[in-house]
């Protein structure tokens, strides 16, 4: 008598689209891992860019134009820190929480693309604002880079990123439905999603990659050439004796004399040059800036490399994982200031000390 053993298997229909939504499987070690780097993140990058942006304010020999430009990074920072850190611990614990809610999918999804593209152009004007300062002339400097341009500039660069996320969330967002749950939908499908997703990749490979190296290469030769260029031209230096016998003669000077020097101070308006001489604050602290941007590269660089690999299209756990990166950069830009400014440094400590 033959016995036929039939083995019960469900037979089961899994939509394709349903592994975008799945995590990633981690050992419980690296998880563990993972929230313990957002909670220091959180903390770190909380009181970090709170103090630069308290030291920029408070301290007057940190309170100039240009360090504008690293308060509002310092907000963007703290942004990350604040918003983003929690939302990524939660999805390493619980996946589901996240893209099951809505509020906190988007959130997710979209402070950390507001807060990363603005970060990025920061770097981009503090790279041009050193390029500028070195390679041109104090008048070009602060005829481009003034209290009220610098103004004008932050506000766009807000505005804009603000505007362009609020449009996506509200026109390009949508759900889809697995196993009696909705989910957060990743995938764009809308015109404007598509094209804030080509801009955003396409700026951030740019800006990283091409606009700001650019500039500091172009910046670095100007800081290793400018010795260099006054040895080699000693045309471009003005004879100091002659200048002190014309201008600094007595005040009943002869018509020859003062004619003499209009033709000095004319010659010498004429052969100004970009800036020749640089005193050693600002080469610390160009360099100080290029290590800012390094940084931002490296912890940025897993993201790209991820988009490049798989087309454009991430899964939701994926996404999680390298946005830990990019939230603990956010929290390494004031250890910078503090370990290689010493006037942060002795902001800091002031402020801990509530002086």
């Not at 230096?237 to 004399?257: C, F, K, Y």
């Not at 590269?297 to 490049?308: A, D, K, R, T």
Request: charged share 10%.
């Amino acid at each position: 008598m033959n016995v036929t053993a039939y083995t019960l298997v469900p037979r089961t229909t899994v939509n394709p689209d349903f592994v975008f939504y799945l995590p990633i499987p981690l050992p419980p070690v690296v998880t563990a891992f993972c929230v313990t780097m957002c909670f220091i993140g959180f903390c770190g990058g909380a009181v970090g860019n709170t103090l630069v942006i308290l030291a920029i304010i408070k301290n007057k020999k940190l309170r100039i134009s240009a360090n504008a430009f690293l308060a509002s990074l310092a907000v963007a920072d703290l942004g990350t820190c604040v918003l983003v850190l929690p939302i990524i611990a939660t999805a390493f614990l619980s996946l589901d929480v996240v893209t099951t809610n809505q509020l906190l999918c988007r959130m997710l999804y979209h402070t950390s693309f507001l807060f990363s593209p603005v970060s990025i152009q920061h770097l981009i004007l503090i790279a041009a604002n050193r390029y500028t300062l070195i390679n041109k002339s104090p008048r070009t400097y602060t005829r481009i880079f003034n209290r009220r341009s610098i103004s004008v500039i932050i506000t766009c660069v807000w505005t804009a990123n603000i505007f362009l996320n609020v449009s996506v969330a509200v026109f390009s967002y949508d759900t889809k439905r697995f196993n009696n749950k909705d989910y957060c939908r990743l995938e764009q499908g809308h015109v404007l999603g598509v094209l804030f997703w080509l801009l955003t990749m396409s700026y951030t490979f740019l800006s990283s990659f091409v606009i700001i190296p650019a500039f500091y290469v172009l910046t670095f030769r100007t800081v290793r050439k400018s010795h260099i260029r006054v040895t080699q031209n000693p045309s471009m230096q003005l004879d100091v004796s002659t200048v002190a016998a014309v201008t600094m003669g007595p005040m009943n000077q002869t018509a020859e004399h003062s004619r003499l020097a209009s033709e000095i101070n004319q010659t010498t308006e004429n052969r100004r040059q970009p800036r020749r001489l640089l005193s050693s604050s600002e080469v610390k602290l160009t360099r100080v800036n290029f290590f800012i941007f390094l940084t931002n590269v490296l912890f940025l660089s897993p993201m790209l490399l991820m988009l490049v690999l798989s087309g454009g299209r991430l899964t939701h756990g994926t996404f999680v994982l390298i946005l830990l990166p990019i939230g603990m950069n956010s929290c390494t830009n004031p250890l910078v200031y503090c370990g290689f400014n010493r006037n942060f440094r002795l902001a800091f400590k002031s402020l801990v000390k509530l002086r």
